[in-house]
């Protein structure tokens, strides 16, 4: 079987599950072709379903499902390249959204590790992966090392050395700067490096690395677009260092009232109107006193926003 590879280069959101505030925190699909279209209209061509800021491990089997499907449905309208987090559960269950995803036709699959019975070793994991991959053998399948949640620290750079050779979809690893380079010295340009953290693009993009993948896409995607120019040589390093800065002071302004994706979930509602709702339980919905708070902050950064609907 020919070599699948992940050629997809640039931005790609992580994009929030829209909740109804209501008992069970029920899907509120009804969002997502809105959602879709509006990353569009800020040129993000690239959209990952179901990871940590869409709260994939917090909803059932089902709803995982679900909520891949209407991303499946409105991409083909949009045109933009669709990535489906399907780690973080049983291994059957796993399996079994690798199938669901490469049925819908998805560009890609970025998995977790196992999460409790955690594989110790690289071979360990390519052997957890090489599984996932049979379920979906036609499909580019990424890594998504991420060992501060996971506690899933292995060689990454082992990982590429090896993992291409047992796995005919691996095809890269979502990671941060530090790990990025460990994976890079394997020198398999063959596979895909997307670095995650919002806060530190400044860093990948002097270091060359093209494609991210970052929570304030959602909201405040310009900053992103002039930094990969930095990367690509064409700004210089006080206009990287202005957007950098200017993406960190709007995260560090959401983050002061809560966690990551309990914060940025409303600031997503607050800065574009589209109504997010609630994180899952156990994650709070912020007081009416935090949202207020939040939203003069990010006024007094010069960003619109309305808290209309998230105060009802």
């Known amino acids: 079987m020919p070599k699948i590879h992940c050629t997809y280069e640039g931005l790609i959101a992580p994009v929030f599950t829209p909740l109804n505030n209501d008992?069970?925190?029920?899907?509120?699909?009804?969002v997502i072709p809105s959602y879709a279209k509006f990353l569009k209209s800020?040129?993000?061509?690239?959209?990952l379903v179901n990871g940590t800021t869409g709260e994939g491990t917090s909803l059932t089997i089902d709803e995982r499902k679900k909520v891949t499907e209407a991303w499946a449905t409105i991409v083909k309208e949009t045109n933009q390249y669709l990535m489906v987090q399907i780690g973080?559960?049983?291994?059957?269950?796993?399996?079994?959204?690798?199938e669901h995803a490469e049925s819908l036709g998805v560009n890609s699959i970025l998995c977790l590790p196992e999460l409790y019975f955690k594989p110790n070793t690289v071979d360990d994991l390519i052997e957890y992966l090489r599984l996932i991959g049979e379920s979906a053998p036609k499909t580019p399948l990424l890594y998504y090392d991420f060992p501060k949640a996971s506690m899933v620290n292995i060689n990454v750079e082992q990982l590429f050395k090896l993992g291409s050779e047992k796995i005919p979809t691996f095809s890269?690893?979502?990671?941060?700067?530090?790990?990025?380079l460990q994976a890079r010295r394997a020198?398999?340009?063959?596979?895909?490096?997307?670095?995650?953290?919002?806060?530190?693009?400044?860093?990948?993009?002097?270091?060359?690395?093209?494609?991210?993948?970052?929570?304030?896409?959602?909201?405040?995607?310009?900053?992103a677009f002039d930094l990969l120019e930095f990367g690509k040589?064409?700004?210089?390093?006080?206009?990287?260092?202005q957007n950098q800065n200017y993406i960190n002071k709007i995260n560090s302004?959401?983050?002061?009232?809560?966690?990551?994706?309990?914060?940025?979930?409303?600031?997503?509602?607050?800065?574009?109107n589209l109504y997010m709702g609630p994180p899952r339980a156990p994650l709070k919905f912020l007081t009416k006193e935090s949202i207020e708070a939040m939203d003069k902050d990010l006024t007094k950064i010069g960003l619109k926003t309305s808290k209309t609907m998230l105060l009802k």
């Open 233 to 241: 040589g064409s700004n210089n390093l006080n206009n990287a260092r």
């Open 187 to 223: 020198n398999n340009t063959d596979l895909k490096i997307f670095l995650a953290g919002d806060m530190l693009m400044i860093g990948g993009c002097a270091a060359e690395f093209d494609s991210y993948i970052m929570t304030s896409l959602n909201f405040i995607a310009k900053p």
């Open 23 to 30: 008992k069970n925190q029920s899907l509120n699909l009804s």
């Open 88 to 98: 973080g559960a049983s291994i059957r269950d796993v399996k079994e959204l690798a």
């Open 172 to 180: 890269g690893i979502k990671t941060d700067l530090e790990r990025g």
């Open 253 to 272: 302004a959401i983050t002061s009232y809560g966690t990551w994706v309990e914060t940025m979930k409303i600031a997503m509602s607050l800065i574009t």
């Open 42 to 47: 800020k040129n993000i061509n690239g959209i």
